[in-house]
């Protein structure tokens, strides 16, 4: 009897087990528009930085003349991502799902408009009749007389319960954004404006406040910040107003 052996040949499979656990990678693209403070649009789109935020070694590009970014090769996961170019503030768009593989990730179209160039000074506050709360002040530059209301400078007010250092970033209440009145000629660029205490909402009767104004852009861009839940408003004139304090009724 003759025995006869087989030996099994076992094919290898190699796998880079370092590759399998890295997370997908792909890019992130995405357009920017820029117009100035009043929304006219601007010839040229580049320049704006787009890095997304604590990133390390930053991950950032720039737009180019159409608008258009590219960050190359980013891993799988949530973002942040940091708009800035001067002149334009910082601008956040939160929390921007990549999923990597085979797909680039498309963030769309982002209108950002210029910074408010308006001041807001010499603001006042006094008690009014009942709840009422008179807030005066004054813009600069004054505009044109018969501006269109798509020109009329703008501002922004915000409070917040003393002792509390009242500003854009850091505030309780805030009110809508507030057309400066379209000057006959020869105008000084005075505001006042009749709030009552239902305003200030959640600041309350009783509540010792504080005041701030802002020259803003029409547009405002805006986003919500998800760490504090408040509104950032990204097209304010960085400039602030003096602040001044009133006693609710």
Not at 76 to 85: C, E, H, R, V
Not at 104 to 117: D, R, Y
Not at 155 to 171: G, I
Request: aromatic content about 8%; hydrophobic content about 35%.
């Amino acid at each position: 009897m003759v025995a006869v052996m087989f030996t099994a040949c076992k094919k290898e499979y190699v796998t880079n087990e370092t590759n399998v656990l890295a997370p997908k990678e792909n890019d992130i693209v995405g357009f920017v528009t820029l117009s100035d403070e009043f929304g006219t649009r601007l010839s040229d789109n580049a320049g704006m930085k787009i890095q997304i935020e604590n990133s390390t070694p930053a991950i950032e590009a720039t737009t180019d003349a159409n608008g258009k970014f590219v960050l190359p090769k980013v891993k799988a996961g949530t973002y942040n991502l940091l708009y800035t170019k001067t002149g334009f503030g910082l601008f956040k768009r939160m929390s921007v799902t990549h999923a990597g593989g085979d797909l680039p990730t498309s963030t769309g179209n982002n209108n950002l408009w210029q910074t408010a160039q308006t001041l807001i000074t010499n603001v006042t506050a006094v008690a009014g009749i009942g709840d009422t709360v008179i807030i005066s002040g004054k813009s600069s530059p004054v505009q044109p007389a018969g501006s269109s209301t798509s020109f009329q400078r703008r501002f922004r007010m915000f409070f917040a319960k003393a002792p509390t250092a009242v500003t854009y970033l850091n505030y309780d209440a805030t009110f809508n954004q507030i057309l400066v009145p379209a000057p006959a000629s020869g105008s000084t660029g005075d505001w006042s404006i009749k709030l009552r205490t239902a305003n200030f909402s959640p600041l309350k009767a009783g509540d010792n406040i504080n005041i701030i104004a802002y020259g803003i852009s029409p547009l405002e861009n805006s986003y919500t910040d998800i760490q504090t839940n408040k509104t950032i408003y990204s097209g304010v004139n960085n400039t602030p107003s003096n602040v001044v304090n009133i006693l609710l009724k």
